[in-house]
């Protein structure tokens, strides 16, 4: 690799470390190879005597020189990982469950909630995906077949 990088714009949160003093928790990023387009969640701070926080969404259809707000809504617990698919604009990981972004109203819409959440969620295709616990002691793992709107949980053997 011969060239440098080059700065294209500047993303809508910062790149800060959880539990920061800054208002923004930072971001997580995933390209949606469906739309050619970048996105971005940012996380809020917890709202106060909630176990909730404010999620902010954004995508970038130019390779992130431009950014446009896709969602304010309030997600339960901490982003931990981000997806997409062709059904869902952005599959959230949280502390407390997977979350599924609906793009028509700008909310996150909670479709698995587990104790001690999720460490992780992807898509392996455009309608399969995998979800990791984030408790081990579970022995299973979340699995979609249509596009990450709902999930089902597979046992493994201890």
Known sequence: ??????????AQCPATAPGSADTLDGGLLTWDAYTSTLVLACSAKPLAGSGSQKELAYTSRDNGATWQGLATGVSQGTAMSLATSPTAVAILATTD???????????WNQVVPVKGG??????????????VPADPSLHEVWMTINGGLNWTPYQFPA
């Open 97 to 107: 469950g997977i979350e599924v972004l609906d793009a028509s109203t700008g909310q």
């Open 1 to 10: 690799l011969t060239s440098a990088w080059q700065k294209t714009g500047i």
């Open 118 to 131: 999720f460490s992780y969620a992807g898509m392996t295709s455009d309608q399969q995906g995998v979800a």
